[in-house]
């Protein structure tokens, strides 16, 4: 019976009516991207919008919603369709953007609003099922639903192929989903679960509908119901990611800064204050180790020694400020930084007196010294193990789908 799922497109077949459900679905997608690269931009370059944002993107994609086995596994259920709403890149949001555009317009306008939104909704929790079940990546992207229409539109052809034009609109959307799922595969890091997901419920969906008048339900009653219990279920989850993500604002701007002032740190102390450091002390320990003179009262009169010396504690002096001023500046850095600086006070540095040094025979300040150096070693090692944990956190994969 075709025209059981087969809705009239318009009382006049050259106007055709407006898919603004699809174009309601394509804004959204594009401000929510547009609002969470501004955020993620503004966390990054302190208080300026710029294009360095993408070092925190993963960490807003989590927040705002992305898809999580772990959180959803503790309950949040509304993970399972906030992801079609988030996009990791910029050619992820085009590229969906533009299947989205084509393919929702049709469908809309082929079965109905209602109709559409069920499907729609169901393929979107379907694509994260199938992602959730069979791989432990994040991910976040529209085309699990997209997959979805797809499978609808296999669907409507199948049951409508007495139809004028059914059997090129099943055709056509089986190859688009053939040769999508073989790309997929092809491509690294795509969602495949997700998109097969997606197109097992968006034929299962449709399917479902058909069944409605077989128990004298006409399809459009049954459509408009179904509608909006998905535009409610799909809207709230938006309404969920957003609340929880802007609760979360203050935390990550908070954790993306740790990370870039961990990598400034990393820079200052490293390239700025320990490599000079270490060359002052190896020109002082190579003065020390062929110099002739074995007290300090004759080590003393040496004015290049003494220079050294100099250039040693005012190293080691600008070391412990930097430690000290970046505790001041930003309590995500405290815990490095208080063990970095008891890595300093742990080392008994070798600084002249008033007099210019303390009584002291070479052999003992050497020693002194080579376990000043070990200390300003083991800070270097946990200033660059402290860059690379913070910025582990910046690196969570996204499965695009």
Known sequence: MPTEIATPISEDPFILPRPWVTQVLLTINVM???????????????????LTGDQSWSLYLAAFGSKSNDLIAQGEYWRLMSPAFLHASLLHLGCNSLALYYMGSFVEILIGKGPF?????????GGTVGSFL????PSVGASGAIFGLAGSLIAWGYWMKGAPGARDVLKNAVSFCILNIVLGYTIPNVDNYAHLGGLIAGLLSLSLMRMAPKVGLPFNVVGALFGW???IALFGSLGVSIQQGVQQIDALQMKVTGVLEATRLQNEILNGTFEPWREAYNDLVKHLQTSRLARAAQIEKSPSILALMGQVRER???LSRILADASMENPVNVTFVAR??????DIPPTKPDAAGLAPTQSVPMLTRMAYERRCLEEVAREVRAWQ???EATLEIQ????
């Open 32 to 50: 929510f991207y547009l609002v969470l690269w501004v955020l993620s931009a503004r966390s990054a370059s302190g208080s300026q919008i710029s």
């Open 117 to 125: 939104l069920f499907v729609y909704a169901l393929s979107t929790m």
């Open 134 to 137: 069979f791989t432990e990546a």
């Open 229 to 231: 219990v998905s535009a």
């Open 316 to 318: 080691h002096q600008n």
């Open 340 to 345: 970095a600086l008891k890595r300093l006070v």
């Open 388 to 390: 690379l944990m913070a």
């Open 398 to 401: 996204f499965n695009p789908r």
